[in-house]
């Protein structure tokens, strides 16, 4: 099915009809081209300074990073796409958490799947997989390639990109995963929105750990959710003190964001909690075992920080845990008075 005739108007209406059909919040499209002068020299600059921490990927291939026609032959559109990840059901207030995106299923196998439903019912073959000459062209990223993700959001006009780096979509806040479907076909492109954060810093009043410099970048190496996932190191006692209850990513500026207050909970079967994740208490996770952990993130995200990572984190805060209360309480009838 070769789509180049179709008209590009009806075509792009159709698309975001059927992304729309597929459960995303949001969704637009943008020309594929060079990203504009002052997005290249802030990323080049970032790298630089080595804000990435220990992320060494992020400072590969930043000339695909730079210009997405170079990850795809004939790229003419990028279709951005949003999935609502707002928890409907949390885990008890008091016990350890987890980052809200992290509740659910993997994103990315949601994602790259209904991209994959959505390329296909357009007659979309993916270009690694493709040997047909007659058949229009696509590829899927969904945080796992060097695409810059929120600014093509952006330039589709889904949102903005607020001062914590998160995509704000209008009244609805910045909990969305966010996916790219790449096509080599012209359409009509959506027009970016302008920020609305204004003079607003909260995000960065309430980062613990001054990750969010003045000029809004991130340093990675302070953030919390760098430190409990990416990080293959010991997390430092002083950055451990800021984790507060969270022993797996960081949600402080989410939280902080005015936006947010009309995030809506979402109701993508997948993305919904396990029983088995609702009802972890802090003594079963500082017992875990890999067998349990294997069974509770089967399919998760949270795989990403591995069995070791995780404990390393449920650790660090439970020794932290345990000095607050030997500082606060130095001797046990003034604890146990406290406690009355």
């Not at 969704?27 to 290249?40: L, S």
């Not at 696509?138 to 929120?150: H, K, M």
């Not at 607020?162 to 996916?179: C, D």
Request: hydrophobic fraction near 35%; proline fraction near 4%.
């Amino acid at each position: 099915m070769n789509l180049k005739p179709l008209n590009s108007v009806s075509l792009a209406e159709a698309i975001k009809a059927e992304a729309q059909n597929l459960g995303f919040f949001a969704f637009g499209i943008a020309k594929a081209e060079a990203v504009d002068d002052k997005t290249a020299k802030h990323i080049k600059n970032w790298i630089q300074k080595g804000n990435y921490a220990d992320m060494d990927y992020m400072a590969n291939y930043t000339d695909k990073r730079l210009d997405p026609r170079l990850l795809m032959n004939g790229v003419k559109s990028i279709v951005c796409v949003a999935l609502n990840y707002a928890p409907k059901r949390t885990i008890e207030k008091g016990e350890y958490q987890l980052a809200a995106y992290a509740l659910g299923k993997d994103y990315h196998d949601i994602i790259k799947d209904k991209l994959r439903q959505l390329a296909q019912k357009f007659g979309f073959e993916d270009e690694l997989h493709s040997d047909n000459p007659q058949t229009n062209k696509c590829r899927i990223f969904v945080d796992s390639g060097p695409v810059l993700e929120r600014y093509w959001a952006e330039k589709a006009g889904l949102g903005w990109t607020g001062k914590n780096h998160q995509l704000i979509i209008p009244h609805a806040g910045s909990m969305f995963f966010l996916g790219e479907l790449f096509l080599d076909v012209e359409l009509e492109y959506d027009s970016p929105i302008k920020s609305k954060c204004g003079k607003c810093h909260k995000c960065i009043d309430a980062c613990p750990t001054n990750a969010i410099t003045e000029d809004h970048e991130i340093n990675a190496e302070l953030c919390l959710s760098y430190q409990t996932i990416e990080n293959r190191r010991e997390i430092s006692d002083n950055l451990a003190k800021e984790m507060g209850d969270t022993i797996y990513g960081c949600d402080k500026c989410l939280n902080a964001c005015p936006w947010n207050r009309f995030a809506q909970p979402n109701d993508t079967p997948e993305l919904q909690p396990k029983e088995e994740l609702l009802n972890m208490t802090r003594e079963k996770w500082q017992n875990l075992t890999e067998e349990e952990y294997r069974e509770l993130f089967k399919g998760s995200a949270v795989k990403r920080a591995k069995y070791k990572g995780l404990k390393r984190n449920i650790d660090a805060l439970t020794c932290n845990n345990k000095e607050k209360k030997l500082t606060l309480y130095p001797k046990q009838q003034d604890y146990d008075k406290k406690s009355e």
